[in-house]
């Protein structure tokens, strides 16, 4: 010890460091898991669709180009967006990918060795069928990335016979190397949304050759014929899917259907009843989570989540987005290692505009955790996304 040094204040300097290293320990204390991150979609890019693989990889497709005849793009990163590959085009046919009415675009699933599956709504017409020539022929393309990954195969239809396809589609792939893809049309030989049905094709071979399609439920619920769709296989390989009904025209309501089997049987059970006469141009999602796996949809202007029973096919927990609803709509949820959940979604989005986003975290329980929070700056025909970062904090993709 120095013999200049004054103990006196030798003691005053040690109860000062004491003192506020107290309040220090009594602040509190932000966790990486708790923040919240925006991020551009790259290139300017619109519609974000997000996956994350087993490495913690995170993969994205998103469009650019002609809302009516545009192209998709995908790339990947390793650290959570801060910096990401170099843009692959999807689809080998140009401007064959549509944005107008926000629904119709690609979506994205990572099915076994990390293999890349795409589906969406094409652009160009099909000769007409001299049995239905007034049927709208339109076709589902699919495509998925080659053996070494550098580049994906040209699109294929998948649609045989289920044509009439109008609102968006939605593909799954599970580990095991089946492949689905969705979307709903009439059955053959009639029109309108009201005979409307999810049609589902599959592939037990990672997507190079699917069955012929048919239909995913028997119900007779119709489809609501502008709006989107979701589509999820877990861990374990069952099964989810969501879609809005049709029938009698008004009965609007979102039905979430399961399969255990591979496809081979799906329950059903109506999750959101609505009734409203008109095409309401929604869109669902679903992610998986340590709570379970999470589904989103919209109704009457809110946006709400909920976590699957595999059990029983109904929700274990329901929330909707807190405060005044807004024309919200396009919701999207995440959950971390934690247990909290963050739902994402467009607000004041119509025709032809573009709005903002707004996001709220959860705790494991279903409580909101502070306020919800908003950023403007969502393009026309956007929409968003989220993700896990590997610290366990959240980032929304717009």
Known sequence: ??????????????????????????????????????????????????????????????FAGDPSHGDLYYVHSVDSGASFSDP????????????????????????????????????????????????????????RTNDAGTAFEPERNVIRSSFGIDGGGAVAADRSGRVYVFWHAPTAGLEGEDHGRVWMARSSDDGKTFDRERPAFEQPTGACGCCGMGALADRRGDLYVAFRSAFDMIHRDIYLLTSTDGGNHFKGTNIAPWNVGACVMSTESFSESPAGVLAAWEQSGQVYYGVVNPRTNAMMLSRSAPGQATLRKHPFVVGNRDGKILLAWTEGMAWQKGGSLGWQVFDASGRAQGEA??????????????????DGGFTVLY
């Open 1 to 62: 010890m120095n013999a200049n040094r004054s103990p006196g204040r030798a003691a005053l300097r040690i109860v000062t460091i004491v003192f506020f290293a107290s309040i220090a320990a009594q602040r509190p204390q932000t966790r990486s898991s708790d923040q919240v991150t925006m991020l551009r979609v790259p290139h300017g890019g619109i519609q974000p669709q997000v996956a994350i693989d087993e490495k913690g990889t995170l993969h994205l497709v998103y």
């Open 88 to 143: 692959i085009r999807v689809n080998h046919e140009p401007g064959s990918s549509i944005a107008v009415g926000n629904v119709r675009g690609a979506h994205l699933a990572v099915g076994r060795n990390g293999r890349i599956h795409v589906a969406w709504n094409g652009t160009r017409t099909l000769p007409p069928d001299p049995a239905s020539p007034t049927a709208q022929r339109l076709p589902m393309q699919y495509t």
């Open 373 to 390: 929070m908003h950023a403007s700056g969502v393009p026309v025909w956007s929409l968003v996304a989220a993700f896990v970062r590997r």
